[in-house]
């Protein structure tokens, strides 16, 4: 007997950008939207493509968080300067991919309070952002050939800059990713395993094996001067990568660091006031205390300690000053 096969209807999205054409367009992906303000509305995503000729295509994202801005501020810029003459091939510029997120200052949808990172295949049927998942899913991420997504900590975290590639089952395309990497040239270069993988858009990229690179670029939900450089040189780096821009990477010191499982994260258990009591890329060893939890309800009452769970770097940690358990406080990293 064979097996059911879903045959999804096409995706809602649409676009008046020719793909195969050459030069620079600029526009929108429009997405039917009706709701109290605007019955035949639509939700309009920015969108650059600029080709030039046949070559590789490099698909370029900002704002698949909402709260996070040194991407999209890097990939607007990219959008308003880079020339059709500069390049060979494809690159698709998209700054704010889950916009209603974007839009809102929000890490995901105020529409559906959908996490566009966890929404992957999407459906073309189904919530506003399963729909924006889907047509990344079935229509951008096969025209691609490199995929960089730019991550930073959004409002509720803060890292140390870096560019990340993950351990994958395939070691030829894992090396190609991490070539990609290293060609960033972020002050920090991670090696992941993810938590949970189910549902990124890193994870559909790379199923269908694509060179992807991610970011996570400071935080605080702002951008700061240092990290935008960082976004801006490290893009056009990629793109050198790529041979879809001339020349080669510039290559600056990058400090390559792993992260290899769950131990790497310490959450709180505690509400409260939190004391960080070692800084961002600090060295730590196990059993050091890295972080306080402090009561806030009536004096009197010790803080909770948490501690470090292995040697390593901190790389990560909660931005706000008070915490609620469950929450991430602090992430490490090895050296490799």
């Known amino acids: 007997m064979l097996?059911?096969?879903?045959?999804?209807?096409?995706?809602?999205i649409s676009t008046s950008l020719n793909f195969d054409y050459d030069g620079v367009q600029h526009g929108f992906l429009k997405l039917p939207y009706s709701h109290d303000d605007s019955a035949w509305g639509a939700i309009m995503i920015p969108i650059t493509v600029?080709?030039?000729?046949e070559g590789e295509t490099a698909l370029l994202t900002g704002g698949n968080h909402g709260d996070e801005y040194e991407g999209p501020v890097t990939l607007f810029k990219l959008a308003n300067t880079l020339?059709?003459?500069?390049i060979r091939g494809r690159v698709i510029i998209l700054p704010a991919m889950n916009y209603p997120a974007f839009n809102a200052a929000r890490r995901t949808s105020p529409i559906d309070g959908g996490n566009l990172n966890r929404m992957f295949p999407g459906r073309p049927d189904g919530t506003t952002t399963q729909k924006i998942a889907d047509y990344f899913q079935r229509y951008l991420l096969p025209m691609a050939d490199y995929v960089l997504d730019f991550h930073s900590g959004g409002k509720t975290l803060e890292f140390v800059p870096f560019a990340a590639c993950h351990i994958l089952p395939d070691k030829e395309q894992e090396d190609q990713c991490r070539a990609a990497m290293e060609a960033f040239s972020a002050p920090y270069s991670m090696q992941m395993l993810e938590m949970d993988s189910r549902g990124m858009y890193d994870t559909a990229a790379e199923a269908l094996g694509k060179v992807f690179v991610t970011t996570e670029l400071g935080g605080g939900g702002t951008a700061s001067?240092?990290?935008?450089?960082?976004a801006d040189r490290g893009v056009r780096n990629f793109l050198k990568h790529a041979g879809i821009l001339d020349g080669v990477p510039e290559r600056t010191?990058?400090?390559?660091?792993?992260?290899?499982?769950?131990?790497?994260?310490?959450?709180?258990e505690d509400d409260g006031l939190l004391e960080p009591c070692v800084d961002l890329g600090d060295t730590v060893h196990e059993g050091d205390v890295i972080a306080r939890v402090h009561n806030i309800r009536r004096t009197g009452v010790p803080p909770r300690d948490y501690y470090a769970t292995m040697d390593g770097l901190l790389v990560a940690r909660h931005f706000p000053g008070i915490v609620r358990g469950g929450d991430c406080i602090a992430v490490l990293a090895t050296w490799y």
Request: hydrophobic fraction near 35%.
């Open 225 to 230: 001067a240092r990290n935008v450089r960082i």
């Open 50 to 53: 600029i080709r030039n000729g």
């Open 253 to 268: 010191e990058s400090i390559k660091l792993d992260m290899p499982g769950d131990e790497c994260f310490v959450s709180s």
């Open 3 to 12: 097996a059911s096969v879903e045959f999804l209807p096409p995706n809602p």
């Open 83 to 86: 020339t059709a003459d500069e």
